[in-house]
């Protein structure tokens, strides 16, 4: 009680300098408090974007190993490369068209990692379609005959090539959940579909216009390295889309003479596998895990156990999240 005399004893005889001590601590307090929040809030968001990016990766074969691979196979005269081509086992065969690729096993194994909340599974392969032709392709081809003679064709690709994206769910193929692409009849395969190997497709709405084709039709699609009716795989068209960029560039009056957009079909990945000829390899496995402060703990995983030497690496989009979080 005596102190608080005191003080406001003090505080009368000298009110205008403890009116602005007052002040100045009231000021403080406030800042401090204002700051407080600002740091939880950027904290709270921090965290949802640990969630939403960085929190991504892809298991693929690594470009060291595949420089490694053009480096010896450019050491290689034909002679070499068809006696060997000559001698190979079918095992020995698969391995050699799947030497860039990543076994399915391994893509697996890895998504049982605890922190790993989806994943998918993808392979991209150039693949012959009778009956209608890939006008860009075409055009280059034609281009290169006129440059180094008629017949010099460019890694067995042909008018009729098209550009196959197979993974196990079509809604989840990145074009599609990025927005690049729409689905604007039918419907996407399905992960049974995968499971199931069922022949369907999704094909380009201006693809679909210029060879007349609709839902329910079907194309025929060649497996690499096979000949004959075992060859002839029909795809049945179950749904078209429409690539948001192609569609902006038609309304302002473009495609001249061809339709890049049209060169891609999407299919079940145990179908693409079929047509490539590499059943049990992937491009890529792709996968989400619950928040980027997991990267290091899976890198290590990745490291210790499915890396394969420098084979296969694991990429992330931790440098996207430093970027975004940093500021």
């Known amino acids: 009680?005596?102190?608080?005399?005191?003080?406001?004893?003090?505080?009368?005889?000298?009110?205008?300098?403890?009116?602005?001590?007052?002040?100045?601590?009231?000021?403080?307090?406030?800042?401090?408090?204002?700051?407080?929040?600002?740091?939880?809030?950027?904290?709270?968001?921090?965290?949802?974007?640990?969630?939403?990016?960085?929190?991504?990766?892809?298991?693929?074969?690594?470009?060291?190993?595949?420089?490694?691979?053009?480096?010896?196979?450019?050491?290689?005269?034909?002679?070499?490369?068809?006696?060997?081509?000559?001698?190979?086992?079918?095992?020995?065969?698969?391995?050699?068209?799947?030497?860039?690729?990543v076994p399915e096993e391994l893509v697996d194994g890895f998504s049982r990692q605890p922190e790993i909340l989806t994943y998918d599974k993808v392979l991209s392969a150039g693949i012959t379609v009778r009956g209608i032709e890939n006008t860009e392709l075409a055009s280059m081809l034609a281009m290169a005959e006129s440059n180094f003679g008629k017949g010099q064709g460019v890694g067995g690709l042909s008018a009729n090539t098209f550009y196959f994206e197979g993974n196990t769910d079509g809604a989840s193929a990145s074009d599609f959940m990025l927005g690049n692409k729409v689905m604007i009849e039918g419907t996407w395969f399905t992960y049974r579909d995968y499971l199931e190997g069922s022949t369907v497709t999704v094909v380009e709405k201006y693809l679909a216009e210029d060879n007349e084709m609709e839902l329910g039709d079907t194309v025929t699609a060649l497996i690499a390295g096979e000949s004959g009716s075992d060859a002839e795989v029909e795809l049945e068209i179950v749904g078209i889309y429409e690539t948001v960029e192609a569609e902006e560039q038609a309304e302002a009056g473009g495609f001249a003479s061809f339709n890049p957009a049209g060169n891609k079909f999407f299919a079940p990945l145990s179908v693409v596998q079929e047509l490539n000829g590499t059943p049990g390899y992937v491009e890529l496995g792709s996968y989400y895990f619950d928040n980027v402060d997991s990267t290091a703990a899976l890198q290590e995983a990745f490291a210790g156990g499915y890396a394969d030497g420098e084979k296969y690496e694991f990429v992330t989009d931790y440098t996207q999240y430093e970027t975004i979080s940093d500021p």
Not at 40 to 64: H, P
Request: glycine share 6%; with cysteine; hydrophobic share 40%.
């Open 1 to 101: 009680m005596r102190a608080m005399k005191r003080g406001l004893r003090s505080f009368v005889r000298h009110p205008l300098g403890n009116i602005i001590v007052v002040l100045l601590l009231f000021v403080c307090l406030t800042f401090s408090l204002s700051m407080l929040a600002v740091k939880l809030a950027s904290d709270n968001q921090t965290e949802e974007v640990k969630e939403r990016v960085g929190n991504y990766g892809e298991i693929r074969g690594s470009s060291s190993w595949q420089m490694a691979l053009f480096e010896r196979e450019r050491g290689k005269s034909e002679a070499e490369r068809a006696r060997e081509a000559r001698t190979m086992s079918e095992e020995e065969e698969l391995e050699e068209r799947a030497k860039t690729l």
